[in-house]
């Protein structure tokens, strides 16, 4: 059984518009949620745990419906637009308190793929002063395509409100123009240069979003550039941290960056999706990966499918090999243009290339739900060589998106890959099955079982 940890702060005096849980019993395991039904959400339970911190009778709400959080009509209107029906799980737990009054810090956890992106967009969409023509929110994103996605989730949900959204990516910020949208999605060198060159006034900002929080927060990465943002906001906005991993040296960080807020965690062995099947392939050298390559996509009828190497040139390299073999493949990473970035992108969302192999520059936040294979051609490492197991989680979450079934497949050709792959399965304590390769009947059988 699965388990969300929630961490409240202090909602004592919220002006909630739901109906309260049940009360709570500090520090304490205390009741399971009953499994999602029709949304095809992850078919488990979820044990929820509620903690707070500072021991004020809290009452943990969750919300059953979107009515029930006391959305204005025409958001309301655009949740439905979407064909949501009802709140997932992370959505139930985090709306009502992203919501309150006053508004409360959150730092919110989980698995890949179960709607974090309209939890954080609602809270937004609502706080929004709509007669007030100036940026009033930032969301932060570590690519460029994830804010490009994140746009248009806030666009379509906003469109029957007078809301507007605007973009802070490379190349995005034309000719000086001062933003004046109320919502404003970017990466983070994009914002700060907007702000630095004010371009982009902070003095209405309520809200500030890092979606992705960890890879945002992560000091070898964005970290120093999502600080100093923070340092340019004028006013106090209310600061909300989504991922699905919280690497243990973030989550004590955290709570600095967002202080005092509510937190929903999940404990590590919790993040696999059951719904997506990890196996592993025996390749005899880094050459054999691309002809075992070859044969699986001889075989793999599946609508879409992601490839993650290491290197920029390996993503090309396979591109270009597969493309004069007759597969419809196009390759994406941080050495195109911006423009090129987005026509790939397009491309492959609007389903005209079936294959697409890229970098990290792609494992987190994209949403695509036909992709119903990825393959790590590359185990993913840090700068130091070593496995991470928060960029597997998130490369293998672009799959099995909302309860869809999905498999990864982790290419391994020596003792250090191999023993990469088995840190990563021993991490999240979820097996890692080997497909052999030379029974190409056999691989057949085994992925068709599963997909
Ligand atoms: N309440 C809902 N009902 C039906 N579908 C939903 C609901 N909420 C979200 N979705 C859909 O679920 C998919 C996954 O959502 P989203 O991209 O927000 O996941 P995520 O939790 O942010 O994942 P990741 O950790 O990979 O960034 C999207 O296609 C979204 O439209």
Not at 33 to 54: F, K, N
Not at 233 to 242: A, N, S, Y
Request: with cysteine; hydrophobic share 35%.
């Amino acid at each position: 059984m699965d388990s969300i940890n929630v961490r409240l702060g202090d909602l004592t005096g919220t002006g909630a518009q739901w109906n309260n849980g049940s009360g709570t019993d500090q520090n304490q395991p205390h009741f399971a949620i009953a499994p999602e039904g029709s949304t095809g959400l992850l078919d488990s339970s979820y044990d929820v745990h509620v903690r707070t911190s500072d021991q004020v009778g809290s009452a943990l709400s969750s919300a059953k419906s979107f009515e029930e959080l006391g959305l204005q009509q025409d958001l309301l209107q655009g949740v439905y637009a979407m064909g949501f029906s009802k709140p997932s799980k992370i959505q139930e737990r985090a709306l009502p308190m992203l919501l309150s009054n006053p508004p409360k810090n959150m730092i919110g956890q989980s698995q890949s793929g179960t709607g974090k992106t309209a939890a954080f967009s609602l809270n937004i969409l609502s706080r929004v002063d709509a007669n007030n023509h100036s940026p009033q929110a930032i969301v932060l994103a570590p690519s460029r395509e994830l804010a490009r996605q994140i746009v248009d989730v806030l666009t379509t949900m906003s469109k029957f409100t007078k809301i507007n959204i605007g973009m802070a990516v490379k190349g995005g910020l034309h000719r000086g123009r001062s933003m004046d949208e109320h919502v404003i999605v970017g990466t983070p060198g994009s914002v700060q240069d907007a702000i630095r060159r004010r371009l982009l006034p902070t003095k209405n900002i309520k809200v500030f979003v890092l979606d992705e929080a960890d890879n945002m927060l992560d000091q070898d990465g964005l970290g120093d550039q999502s600080i100093r943002i923070k340092g340019l906001l004028e006013g106090t906005p209310q600061i909300v941290l989504f991922s699905a991993t919280f690497p243990d040296n973030v989550r004590r960080f955290a709570p600095r960056f967002a202080p005092d807020a509510n937190e929903i965690s999940l404990r590590r062995e919790e993040l696999s999706v059951d719904t997506i099947k990890q196996f592993y392939m025996d390749c005899q050298s880094e050459e054999h990966k691309y002809e075992v390559l070859c044969n699986l996509y001889d075989i793999l009828t599946v609508s879409q499918s992601i490839i993650f190497c290491r290197r920029r040139e390996t993503a090309d390299e396979i591109a270009r090999r597969m493309t004069e073999q007759g597969h419809a493949v196009l390759s994406l990473h941080g050495m195109m243009s911006p423009e090129e970035r987005d026509e790939v992108m397009d491309h492959f969302r609007r389903g005209e290339s079936k294959v697409l192999v890229t970098t990290n520059v792609l494992s987190r936040g994209i949403d695509i739900m036909q992709i119903s294979v990825v393959i790590n051609y590359d185990m993913p490492l840090d700068h130091r060589g070593n496995p991470e197991p928060e960029a597997y989680l998130h490369r293998v979450g672009r799959t099995g998106r909302f309860g869809r079934t999905g498999v990864s497949i982790n290419f391994v050709h020596d003792r250090r890959s191999w023993e990469h792959m088995r840190a990563i399965e021993e991490h999240f304590q979820r097996p890692i099955t080997r497909v052999q390769t030379e029974d190409w009947e056999q691989v057949e059988k085994t992925l068709k079982s599963v997909l």
